[in-house]
């Protein structure tokens, strides 16, 4: 693909195979040049550069904008997410859960590392947070994470761990049931499937990604359904995210 960006022109000519040329200040043309930029700023490792509260978040962040949006409209009792890394995912479900004067949050490792665990159990949030190491999809780290929450909760997942297809679906299949009418289970970073041919992407991204394990899932789970959660401000034209987390968000039905 190749793409002329003309500022005295106004104009965006994207070429590939057809050639189209769109207002340089459109909706279509802000939405590709977000997938380039989301792609360059994969490369470079762009959301590595953000913590929360002092804490490294790997998050993009209009991801963590958006998820606060469905946190604080779904107000939840329980965050559940697997995959810990610093444990900045963490600690912002924590702060939110503070805020809001409701919830806690589970968080789901196969190995937190002993610096990530020690600066997370001090860290003035801790109290909102449980950490538990172990395999994500095993009986007995299901069984850990089942114990901690009561039947008439409401609960919010989000798979952030390991990305290929067969570990999601494996997760969605695990914990979907854990999963509150009208809430969600996120499966993260699909974005693998457009970052497959950058230097740091891997061929079989392109079909091995948390979006293929979502489409799966919700072609043998009928109550679920595959959805961006709508915005609850929005004055501009736009209607898409610009994210990390395509076709994440599967929400169960009411």
């Not at 761990?161 to 067969?166: A, I, P």
């Not at 499966?187 to 950058?198: C, L, N, P, Q, S």
């Not at 359904?225 to 501009?236: C, G, I, K, T």
């Amino acid at each position: 693909m190749k793409l002329t960006i003309d500022t005295d022109a106004g104009t965006l000519i994207e070429q590939d195979g057809d050639t189209r040329t769109l207002n340089l200040y459109s909706r279509e043309a802000f939405e590709v040049l977000s997938r380039e930029w989301l792609r360059v700023g994969w490369d470079q490792k762009y959301p590595y550069t953000f913590s929360w509260m002092g804490r490294p978040i790997i998050q993009l962040p209009e991801d963590i904008i958006r998820i606060q949006e469905v946190i604080y409209r779904l107000k939840p009792d329980v965050i559940v997410e697997t995959g810990v890394a610093h444990g900045g995912s963490l600690v912002f479900y924590a702060s939110l859960c503070k805020a809001m004067e409701r919830g806690r949050v589970i968080g789901v490792d196969i190995e937190i590392r002993p610096h990530n665990r020690t600066a997370i159990e001090a860290h003035e949030l801790s109290s909102f947070i449980t950490l538990i190491e172990g395999d994500s999809v095993s009986a007995e780290t299901l069984g850990r994470v089942k114990s901690l929450i009561q039947p008439h909760e409401k609960v919010l997942v989000i798979l952030d761990s390991c990305h290929t297809k067969s570990h999601v679906k494996a997760e969605l299949e695990a914990y979907h049931s854990l999963v509150s009418p009208g809430s969600y289970v996120v499966a993260t970073d699909g974005i693998m499937k457009f970052v497959h041919d950058v230097p740091r992407g891997q061929t079989h991204w392109k079909k091995d990604h948390p979006e293929a394990a979502a489409l799966d899932f919700v072609d043998q789970h009928p109550e679920f359904v595959l959805e961006q959660p709508a915005w609850p401000f929005n004055e501009s034209p736009l209607a898409q995210n610009v994210t990390h987390w395509p076709g994440a968000w599967l929400r169960k039905a009411a």
